[in-house]
């Protein structure tokens, strides 16, 4: 596989996750070939469980696929367009999630790696990358997500003069849903919200007094937490993913207002009384036998966690399919190293795709490589390719990631931060297209749903185009 003359006609997909698997997908589909390097299983990480491509390590939710009020549903809806294949995959492995598209995991990665293993053009290298690529590969896509094995992940630190930032994020626990005291728990869905595949009833909630509420708090703040290494002590936690129990750092009502809100949901075993603080699972495989602690990522250690959450009202015989955990994250300074076709820099024939890029969450990282994918087949072709407008939600995730961001609060690379995508960046996009006008003068769903309308990408010819 590794010749001595450069490979322009080959691109290298480096990484089999979320966005690797796109961007190979993508490649293929534009007719070049493509060798897809996974590590896994031969070297694991500390939070894939399988050999399966596009395996999703924690939540399998996809979140709100409502393309005119959410952006990550308007992201969906332009990923769609751009023939994803993990959004097919998606679509046709979904499993009843109220408002957002959850799907059933393992059907989920298996048809992933069924399709690109099927596509003529895709070869599946089952091998570690232990360093930069070799130097005869002139068109890689870097895909290697939060979790790159450290061989790698130093030569790219070294290369790129940079200290990758680490942080953290944590895994929530499942649950074998015949554990579950149905005579206690009941299912409905906020606000009995349907959504994709849903009936209006798709969560399993525990309601909680304020008593046990409070007991709760107490007992995960008292709860024993995995111990940190030395080099770990300083590292912060992502905001958008933080341990539960970190959250009820912040403050005794601090759940409440997050996960465990009691808002939009009545309990059928005790109509009249309102919650004080209600769990919520959501189902986790097709066959619905097992359910995930929705917003309970967490770093107790396994004992406390089987102690603490079954304290939980309808948990207390809970049986567990897997434990939380704790994880690190590595990403670039994206900004800085990366020019707006997401190669580095100082040496263009590297192309970065998903969370190492800086963005965070599934979706986002399977959409970079999207992009990625198609620049990288553009180049392998010689031909050139428009990037997707700034009003596009891809083209506003791309723009924060190559060029949106800029340092005012703190400099270095702890200024910019792994986001999952928001409509801020869209609004901000739209007000510059308008010249300045208030895109706040419209109904809050008409300015959003505009961008798909209007400016959604769809590949035309050779280039991603609205
Ligand atoms: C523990 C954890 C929990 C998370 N929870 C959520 C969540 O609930 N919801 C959500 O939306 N996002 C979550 N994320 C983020 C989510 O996993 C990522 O956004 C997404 O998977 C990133 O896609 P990716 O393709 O960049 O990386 P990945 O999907 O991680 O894929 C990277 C692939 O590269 C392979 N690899 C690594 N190094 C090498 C190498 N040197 N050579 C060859 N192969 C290599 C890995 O085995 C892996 O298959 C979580 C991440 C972690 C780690």
């Not at 590794?2 to 293929?28: R, Y």
């Not at 703040?221 to 341990?243: H, Q, S």
């Not at 490589?369 to 198609?374: D, E, R, V």
């Not at 703190?410 to 208030?438: C, L, V, Y």
């Amino acid at each position: 596989m590794i010749s001595s003359t450069p490979q322009t006609d080959t691109v290298h997909v480096i990484g089999g996750g979320l966005a690797g698997s796109e961007a190979a997908w993508q490649v293929a589909n534009a007719g070049v070939r493509v060798v897809l390097h996974e590590m896994r299983p031969l070297r694991m990480t500390e939070a894939h469980r399988t050999e399966g491509l596009a395996e999703l390590v924690c939540s399998n939710s996809f979140r709100s696929d409502d393309a005119a009020n959410n952006a990550v549903g308007l992201l969906h809806a332009e990923m769609r367009r751009l023939g994803s294949l993990i959004m097919r995959c998606a679509d046709a492995n979904q499993v009843p999630a109220g408002g957002a598209l959850a799907v059933d995991r393992d059907g989920f990665s298996a048809a992933v790696t069924r399709a690109l293993h099927d596509h003529p053009l895709i070869e599946i290298d089952r091998t570690e990358i232990a360093g930069l690529p070799p130097a005869e590969w002139a068109n890689v896509i870097v895909a290697t997500g939060p979790l790159t094995s450290a061989p790698l992940a130093d030569a790219i630190r070294e290369l790129t003069d940079e200290n990758a930032l680490a942080f953290f994020d944590a895994i929530a626990p499942i649950v074998h849903k015949d554990s579950i005291d149905m005579s206690v728990a009941w299912f409905q869905s906020r606000y009995d919200k349907v959504g994709p595949g849903g009936t209006g009833a798709d969560y399993i909630n525990c309601p909680m007094t304020k008593e046990q509420y409070d007991a709760f708090v107490a007992a995960l703040l008292a709860g024993e937490k995995v111990d940190f290494k030395d080099w770990e002590t300083n590292t912060p936690y992502f905001d958008g993913c933080l341990p539960v129990e970190v959250m009820a750092e912040r403050g005794h009502e601090t759940l409440r207002h997050g996960p465990m809100k009691p808002v939009g949901l009545t309990n059928p075993h005790n109509p009249t009384v309102k919650a004080y603080a209600i769990v919520q699972l959501r189902q986790d495989n097709k066959l619905g036998t097992l359910y995930n602690i929705v917003g309970f990522q967490t770093k107790l250690n396994y004992g406390a966690q089987q102690r603490v959450f079954r304290t939980i009202p309808g948990l207390e015989n809970a049986e567990f399919a897997r434990l939380g955990g704790l994880h690190r994250n590595t990403f670039l300074n994206s900004p800085k190293l990366l020019d707006g076709q997401l190669r580095l820099r100082a040496q263009p024939r590297l192309r970065f795709a998903g969370q190492m890029t800086g963005c965070e969450g599934y979706v986002e990282s399977a959409s970079i490589g999207l992009i990625a994918g198609l620049y990288a087949a553009a180049n392998a072709r010689a031909q050139s390719l428009e990037p997707p407008p700034v009003t596009t939600a891809l083209g506003s995730l791309l723009g924060h990631i190559t060029g949106g961001h800029i340092e005012t609060i703190e400099a270095g690379t702890r200024s910019f931060q792994p986001m999952n995508i928001n409509f801020r960046w869209h609004k901000a996009a739209r007000q510059r297209e308008d010249g300045g006008k208030k895109a706040g003068a419209q109904r809050p769903g008409a300015g959003r749903s505009r961008s798909l309308d209007r400016r959604s990408p769809a590949r035309s010819g050779g280039g991603v185009t609205p």
